[in-house]
């Protein structure tokens, strides 16, 4: 079986720093991916881990933990823009393409 | 990364009908594409894997005689919601498998409204 949870809302507030955690038990692993989704549009790529420890880009930083099952989402500086809802996906299969099987979401909100 | 795009962007049906979503790879030839669905409040659930040249493959619960996949090329997977219902009122998005060790990028997605 498959089960990605991470919370269903948070709250922040601009400038500051929010850590989105997502944790995740599947059969077969092969990469979690993080998605910024804004209402009524499609997902957007942010971030990808495959190995353990952390991924930055910009302000936006990913980290994983095979061994825990556990991955979360650093925003740094955030901004009113950054409100949405962040995805967590795991790439189910044991080969490096295939479907991804995601989490709930997480809706952030941003306030000034 | 792939560049999808999904068509049309809104639909209304009336009950009963049938409608036809498009989803073109513009920049990538895609042997796999993956449709999933999106309730309000809710998130991504995969419907079906989408493969070039051969049957779809439906995740549990999805019927395959009410969607309808084809995938006639490498760069064209259709998605045919057969006789809509108001429950099948939706957010449907397309996405293509690019090469290894890639993210899926998305298609703008499908507004379905069946009356």
């Known amino acids: 079986g498959q089960n990605i949870d991470q919370p269903t809302e948070m709250t922040a507030t601009e400038g500051a720093i929010v850590q989105i955690n997502c944790t995740y038990q599947?059969?077969?692993?092969?990469?979690l991916f993080w998605y910024q989704q804004h209402a009524g549009e499609a997902p957007t790529f942010l971030s990808y881990?495959?190995?353990?420890g952390l991924e930055e880009k910009g302000r936006f930083s990913s980290f994983l933990s095979r061994s825990k099952g556990y991955s979360y989402l650093l925003l740094k500086e955030l901004q009113m823009k950054d409100s949405a809802s962040y995805l967590c996906?795991?790439?189910?299969?044991?080969?490096?393409?295939?479907?991804?099987?995601f989490g709930q979401g997480t809706t952030l909100q941003v306030k000034p | 990364g792939a560049v999808v795009s999904q068509h049309p962007s809104r639909v209304i049906c009336k009950s009963g009908t049938s409608v036809k979503i498009e989803c073109r790879s513009l920049?990538?030839?895609?042997?796999?594409m993956f449709w999933y669905r999106q309730f309000p409040k809710q998130s991504l659930m995969l419907m079906a894997t989408?493969?070039?040249?051969?049957?779809?493959?439906?995740e549990q619960g999805v019927e395959k005689d009410k969607f309808l996949i084809n995938h006639a090329s490498l760069t064209l997977s259709t998605l045919t919601v057969t006789s809509a219902h108001p429950e099948d009122s939706s957010f449907y998005i397309c996405?293509?498998?690019?090469?290894?060790?890639?993210?899926?990028?998305f298609g703008n997605g499908t507004r379905l409204t069946v009356t």
């Open positions: 996906a795991v790439r189910h299969g044991s080969s490096n393409t295939g479907k991804l099987i």
């Open positions: 920049d990538f030839q895609a042997t796999t």
């Open positions: 989408s493969n070039e040249g051969s049957k779809a493959t439906y």
């Open positions: 996405s293509v498998e690019g090469p290894p060790n890639s993210p899926l990028h």
């Open positions: 599947t059969s077969g692993f092969n990469g």
């Open positions: 881990n495959v190995l353990d």
